[in-house]
């Protein structure tokens, strides 16, 4: 590409987002489009969670190292967590330094995305909202999720409590996965996350709610709005296109398969391909050897969870806290389960070709396949359940929204379409 072309990136959130700073910094003339309104829109304040215990080091040191200011966003730590077993037993998982830290997504001026979008137009990248184009014109494809693999729908509530985070491993409420509630600063969320596809999503929304309610009685909540979305799990076959494109984010399938963090690799992915526009060292090779082994570790730890249900659910809970006593710290045990170890490689070799279906596209994706439900999916709604239904319906009518379109399977959120 010659020195003075200008560049375009396709998808204003973290990843486009990060590489275009990089660039303009270094004083590229970028072109960021995006289909919708502003980055972030395609969240609706949801919290996620920066985790901490997958690396060597703080995310937040790699923020400082890459030049983004992460007091640009507002973030709250914690070393504790109350780590829920799936029957219902409550243990407390703790460390010294930070767990993870929970940011908010969306478009109010203290989400992570528009902290990156401020630092981008410091920059001078120039910003383009409801803007659609041809991808194959774009140099950087950041375009977010195309398919789903899974849903992760929740409910944000106005809450007294003072700040709690808790995890709940539960393969009733949560097919597949894991469910959890976050208050911060008077605001609450209780999400479900569902790697099984399900006839009537709500109603595990609707269970978990009532779990946590059953759980944590001293939690008042005020129902705001139900939010939500999809995640597209893809292992692709180059990480550079033949014409060039870097394809970065959770469009280059840089995110983790077993419970879908993707934001540390979202922006880490758009550095890399940043650095590459910029004379260093190739994205594609850089990817493989920061990004992949991960990503290949979080697939056998996908294919491992697609296997098991509550029992083993219970068994890592007890194991996770065993080693917690012996090593004095709550991360060893959940950091080694994100790590790369030769086990993970050999699960991964071995079930990779089996559990990741070939997809279309230019990167020669293989995409992990929104499973079918399980015959012990099909439950009647307790009666609390019912009550958490009723009370949101109540909202509803007084006009609470649920921000996206559908939580019925395929129908959320159909975005990354070609131009
Ligand atoms: C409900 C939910 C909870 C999550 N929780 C966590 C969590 O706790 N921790 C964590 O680390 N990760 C979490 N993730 C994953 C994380 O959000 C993603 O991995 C991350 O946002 C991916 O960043 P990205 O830059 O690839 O995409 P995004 O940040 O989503 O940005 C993609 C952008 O591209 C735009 N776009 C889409 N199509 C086009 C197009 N054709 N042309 C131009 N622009 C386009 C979109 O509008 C969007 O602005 C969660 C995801 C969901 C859905």
Redesign the pocket.
């Known amino acids: 590409m010659p020195s003075d072309h200008p560049v375009t990136v ?7 987002l990060a590489a275009a700073i990089l660039l303009a910094r270094a004083g590229k003339e970028v072109h960021v ?4 309104a502003d ?5 609706d304040g ?1 919290f ?4 901490n215990w997958s690396m060597d080091e703080d995310f937040f040191d790699q923020l400082e190292a890459w030049g983004f200011d992460s007091s640009e966003f507002k973030s709250t730590a914690f070393s504790v967590v109350d780590l829920i077993h799936p029957d219902d037993a409550v243990t407390q998982a703790r460390t010294n330094g930070v767990a993870y830290r929970i940011v908010e ?1 969306g478009t109010s001026p203290h989400t992570i ?1 528009q902290a990156f979008k401020r630092m981008a137009i410091e920059a001078g990248v120039t910003l383009h909202y409801k ?3 041809n ?1 194959e014109h774009a140099d950087i494809v ?4 195309k398919e789903t693999s899974a849903l ?1 729908l ?1 409910e944000i509530f106005h809450t007294s409590h003072p700040n709690h985070i808790a995890f709940q491993l539960n393969d009733k409420v949560a097919p597949g996965a894991y469910s959890y509630m976050i208050i911060i600063d008077g605001v609450g969320l209780i ?1 479900t996350c569902l790697w099984r596809k399900q006839r009537g999503s709500e109603r595990f929304l609707n269970e978990c709610i009532a779990t946590y309610r059953r759980l944590y009685p001293d939690v008042d909540m005020q129902p705001v709005k139900r ?5 597209d799990f893809t292992l692709n076959g180059c990480y550079t296109s033949r014409s060039g494109q870097h394809f ?4 280059g399938g840089l ?1 983790d398969f077993m419970w ?7 922006v880490w992915s ?1 550095v890399l391909a940043a650095q590459d526009m910029l004379g260093g060292p190739t994205y594609d090779r850089e990817v493989r050897k920061h990004l992949l082994p991960y990503v290949r570790t979080s697939v056998a730890n996908r294919w491992l969870m697609n296997r098991v249900g509550d029992r083993t659910f219970k068994r890592m809970c007890l194991r996770w806290m065993r080693d917690q006593e012996r090593s004095g710290d709550g991360l060893r045990w959940i950091g080694r389960l994100f790590r790369p170890s030769p086990t993970k490689r050999l699960i991964f070799g071995l079930t990779s070709p089996f559990m990741l279906k070939r997809a279309d596209g230019p990167m020669r994706p293989r995409r992990l396949p929104f499973r079918p439900a399980l015959p012990r999916d099909a439950w009647e709604p307790s009666p609390e359940a019912l009550n958490v239904k009723a009370s949101w319906e109540a909202a509803r009518r007084r006009g609470s929204h649920t921000s996206f379109e559908s939580i019925e399977g395929e129908a959320v959120e159909h ?3 070609p ?1």
Do not use: N, Y
């Open positions: 396709a998808g204003a959130g973290l990843s486009g489009h995006d289909i919708r980055s972030g829109a395609r969240f949801d996620q969670a920066l985790e997504r995305d803007s659609r184009i991808l950041a375009c977010g999720p992760a929740g999400c939010v939500g979305g999809k995640g970065v984010g959770e469009s995110q879908g963090f993707g934001m540390r690799m979202a758009g975005d990354a379409a131009a």
